[in-house]
């Protein structure tokens, strides 16, 4: 049978992402005393349980922000409560019952689906005495929990586990540790490779990701800033498993206006940690800005493979022929983003879901070309040629010079989803390599292996201990 989900609802400010957080042991809901910051679905495996399930958080029913999202806030939760075979129902104990409290009891009663309300902020048993109000929503079964202090969420799990047992779930296995690599969320099979959709505010991140779910599981709007936690979401296609990790538009450090959206900034940075790729998305209708190349500099200091998506294609130059606009947009990358290395580029529309097939290819080219690992043998013979066609500088300063003894490949196991191979270069002093003789080297590597799009990570070893 399918993995049973459990939606956790209610009002914002409750403290359903902190419980969201406790359930799945994973710090990956933005917590903060602002309401409303939750807006997208986020879903992750449930952990520490007899079963096996999905819990997903969602943004707070009936809040009435400023941003103008209360609609579409709902909406998703409405999608979760729909999809979701137990529903976690919190509310604050420690205030009295709202009008919005009601107003989500009678919409969950009329889902006939089983629901748990957690009174959750009872930080302490004298807490606990508010139970009468709250009795007269018509739930039977009920726990007081502190996501803060930790009070309650025990017995929440136990009846978590007694409803997932009538719904007849599978046992979980008795380490019950679903693997889940590096702390990404969202996906039991481990061999999902990750997607890291990284991007300034508004280029359409969200939208295209819809676009390849064909569903509207993004909250997508014209107002930058949308998206706010990293959301994983698991996809299938042609028998092979993805993680999409939709990220918030990264702003430059000066613009970021409040703390919620440096959290938010700091989990994108994270997301790109944890990717095996990452896809860049480009408002190629608005060009490549500085915040996109900064993007761009990010995901090559943490060597990933990258995929630039040039998204709104539609939107470039619609009057010119289509060959013409697609070299355009080919020399716009080459030009400006010269530093990633010659990426796969994949043209592409969410509005109108042309070219994301082209995404796919390239991730399949890139898994190809990082199965092309050059053999040590090889690898020493490029190198010495290379250094003999182009010998290295000789510092003015002791007139020294870079010698080569010996290289060789090591590859790290946490990444054989999408390896890059790291070149262990065994030298006279790692200080004589200077950048531009190691972009030389990396130059030769790739024109003699054909790998394009793949990091060639460069790892100097001295024979001699430097001072630095």
């Known amino acids: 049978m399918s993995i049973p989900t459990i939606a956790v609802v209610g009002r914002p400010n409750v403290g359903k992402s902190s419980i969201f957080n406790c359930l799945v042991a994973r710090k990956i809901a933005i917590v903060h005393d602002q309401p409303g910051v939750t807006r997208d679905r986020l879903s992750a495996p449930l952990r520490n349980a007899e079963y096996e399930a999905f819990v997903v958080d969602t943004g707070g029913i009936g809040s009435v922000v400023d941003d103008g999202f209360s609609a579409q806030v709902a909406a998703e939760a409405d999608i979760a409560i729909a999809a979701a075979d137990l529903i976690l129902f919190v509310c604050d104990c420690r205030e009295h019952l709202t009008p919005v409290d009601r107003d989500i009891a009678v919409r969950l009663h009329r889902s006939r689906v089983p629901v748990l309300l957690v009174l959750n902020k009872a930080d302490t048993p004298k807490q606990e005495l508010a139970l009468g109000e ?77 676009a390849i ?83 761009a500099a990010g995901i090559a200091e943490e060597k990933k493979p990258c995929i630039v998506v040039l998204n709104k294609f539609d939107l470039f130059c619609p009057g010119a022929p289509l060959k013409a606009r697609r070299e355009e947009v080919r020399c716009m990358v080459q030009e400006q983003l010269f530093f990633l290395e010659n990426p796969p580029l994949a043209i592409a529309s969410a509005k109108e879901g042309s070219g994301l097939g082209s995404i796919f290819s390239a991730i399949e080219k890139l898994q190809q070309a990082c199965k092309r690992i050059l053999g040590t043998g090889e690898l020493n013979r490029i190198l010495q040629r290379a250094m003999l066609t182009n010998p290295p500088p000789v510092m003015r300063a002791n007139g020294r010079s870079l010698k080569l003894y010996y290289a060789t490949v090591a590859l790290d196991e946490k990444y054989m989803r999408l390896p890059v191979p790291t070149y262990v270069l065994f030298v006279n002093d790692k200080r004589l390599l200077t950048d531009n003789y190691a972009q030389y080297l990396r130059s030769t590597i790739r024109n003699r292996n054909g790998v394009s799009g793949v990091p060639i990570v460069l790892s100097p070893r001295s024979r001699v201990r430097s001072s630095s």
Do not use: W
Not at 151 to 157: M, N, S, Y
């Open 213 to 295: 779910l064909c569903d509207r599981r993004t909250i997508v709007s014209e107002v930058a800033g949308t998206t706010r936690d990293a959301v994983d979401v698991p996809y299938t296609r042609g028998g092979k498993g993805y993680v999409l990790i939709d990220t918030a538009g990264m702003r430059p450090r000066s613009k970021r206006e409040t703390s919620v959206e440096v959290f938010s900034a700091m989990r994108t940075e994270r997301a790109i940690t944890r990717s095996d790729v990452c896809l860049l998305v480009i408002d190629c209708a608005a060009g490549i800005t500085h915040q996109d190349r900064r993007i």
């Open 134 to 210: 709250f009795a007269g929503m018509g739930f039977t079964q009920y726990v007081f929990t502190s996501a803060a202090h930790n009070r309650g969420l025990d017995h929440l799990l136990e009846l978590i586990n007694v409803h997932l047992g009538k719904l007849g779930a599978d046992q979980a296995r008795a380490s019950n540790d679903v693997t889940i690599r590096d702390g990404v969320p969202g996906a039991f099979d481990d061999s999902a490779i990750r997607m890291a959709v990284v991007g300034r505010p508004n280029a359409g991140k969200s939208s295209l990701i819809n």
